[in-house]
């Protein structure tokens, strides 16, 4: 924030209202982390406000998921437009645009009267935050030099984790002392600050795009948006599962499609790279793992603990802030050992996360809660680089954009998808458990949920661990 401070002030050693020179890079860069800390925060704040969203709207954990599965299926079906889109009209005008729309996106969620109106402009704030995620990475790898990008990136890869740190013990706060409404306000003067300052300082410098024969593949863009729908909406326990089953024919149908169009939205030719097939079904299985806990338990710790929102985001404050010391350390080793041994380690320490937390009870257990999540943050801290560094190593330079992308696109739709699991699972178990008298239902579907987060880790194990050989090699360019 002092470098921000610093730009807005606007001065200069030559005297006493001058001006502070700071290379163009640089302040794009700080423009580039102002976004990814207002995005990042603004999740991690959401998931702890969303039992108060439920309790504010008496609407049950089913329809409140959509607050969250609205915004990551809008970001999974226009993300690989908007990069396409950032390439023909800027990258930096297209940012700056995101910028707009979120902070926008962020006044309305805050005035929301029903849910209906805030998954409404929860829409408008993903479209938003969809133009910054297309374009942000880009934007820094085109304004540093080789030798620099790297650090580059590392900056942002920081923010990532201090947004991540402070979403739930801040968003906790805010919600104690305000109400929910307040953790999208939080999102206004950043979002003001940011537009300012990319207006005066990045949009003067862009680089603009000189093909005049840029193309869209439209159709493909809404046949992805549909088989997403589809499938989160086919997970829902309200909603017949005959959707279920036409997103799942909508996928082959999808590849067909795209197959014979150009351009196409896939890049089909990055699927003959085994590191690369490999790493995104990985990754997949990770992200919807994790959230089965980020989405649900925030629910256990407020609903079953009685526990106030801000002692609830001090304990989702424990995986990211495990993250934060974790992540550089595997991105080191991953270098020495290569990615597969410690992608095996992660799902292993992941399943041991939801073994641990499928112990909670019906009183609170600190030790239970923390080595859970400090297991949960140790597996994702040790995943996360050596899988991005095993894709990403694997392509070819002039595809590392797309590549990215994509592996947002995925990243996503399986958060989506492992909202949406969480809630089929608990739902159903709920039911059961009513069904056949069982007491603390809700305490045994919890429980179930996590045991099959376990599962789902150790199916990740497998597959590392098999595809080891695979991933190892490096692909010369």
């Not at 402009?121 to 820094?140: E, N």
């Not at 650090?151 to 801040?170: D, F, Q």
């Not at 410690?342 to 992941?350: D, G, V």
């Amino acid at each position: 924030m002092y470098l921000v401070l610093i730009l807005v002030m606007n001065y200069d050693r030559k005297g006493s209202r001058s001006v502070l020179r700071l290379e163009n890079k640089w302040k794009t860069l700080i423009i580039i982390c102002l976004g990814i800390f207002m995005s990042t925060l603004d999740g991690g704040i959401l998931n702890i406000a969303n039992p108060s969203i439920a309790e504010d709207f008496a609407v049950p954990l089913s329809s409140v998921q959509w607050v969250v599965n609205a915004y990551m299926l809008v970001i999974t079906a226009s993300l690989l437009m908007f990069g396409r889109l950032g390439d023909y009209l800027g990258m930096e005008k297209l940012y700056t645009w995101g910028f707009i729309v979120f902070t926008l996106g962020s006044a309305l969620c805050s005035q929301a009267p029903s849910l209906f109106f805030l998954v409404s402009f929860r829409v408008i704030q993903a479209l938003g935050a969809s133009m910054m995620m297309a374009t942000g990475i880009g934007i820094v790898s085109n304004s540093f030099p080789d030798h620099e990008r790297g650090k580059a990136l590392g900056i942002t890869g920081s923010i990532v984790g201090i947004g991540n740190m402070a979403g739930p013990s801040l968003g906790g706060l805010l919600i104690d002392c305000f109400g929910w409404p307040s953790i999208f306000l939080i999102n206004l003067p950043i979002g003001i600050i940011a537009v300012i300052l990319a207006y005066r300082f990045m949009m003067p410098n862009a680089s603009f795009p000189h093909s005049d024969n840029h193309k869209f593949d439209i159709s493909g863009t809404l046949l992805l948006a549909l088989t997403s729908i589809l499938l989160v909406l086919g997970l829902s326990p309200d909603v017949n599962k005959a959707l279920l089953l036409a997103g799942l024919l909508l996928v082959p149908l999808f590849i067909i499609v795209e197959k014979g169009r150009r351009p196409s939205l896939i890049n089909f030719e990055l699927f003959k790279i085994k590191p690369f097939v490999y790493g995104n079904i990985l990754g997949s299985i990770s992200y919807i793992s994790h959230m089965l806990i980020f989405f649900l338990f925030p629910f256990y710790l407020q609903n079953l603990l009685a526990l106030s929102p801000a002692q609830a985001g001090l304990y989702m404050t424990i995986p990211p802030l495990i993250m934060a010391f974790t992540a550089p350390v595997a991105g080191y080793l991953s270098d020495q050992w290569g990615p597969s041994r410690l992608t095996s380690a992660a799902f292993l320490i992941m399943a041991l996360a939801h073994l641990t937390l499928s112990t909670a009870g019906l009183t609170i257990n600190p030790l239970c809660i923390v080595l859970g999540l400090v297991l949960l943050g140790l597996g994702l801290g040790a995943f996360g680089s050596p899988n991005s560094s095993s894709i990403m190593g694997s392509i070819a330079p002039d595809q590392a954009g797309y590549a990215g992308g994509f592996i947002a696109t995925v990243r996503n739709l399986s958060y989506s998808l492992g909202t949406a699991l969480s809630v089929a699972i608990y739902s159903t178990v709920v039911q059961s458990s009513y069904a056949l008298s069982t007491s603390a239902p809700e305490l045994t579907a919890f429980q179930t949920v996590y045991l099959l987060g376990a599962v789902l880790c150790l199916a990740g194990l497998i597959i590392s661990s098999t595809t080891h050989s695979l991933r190892k090699k490096e692909v010369t360019h």
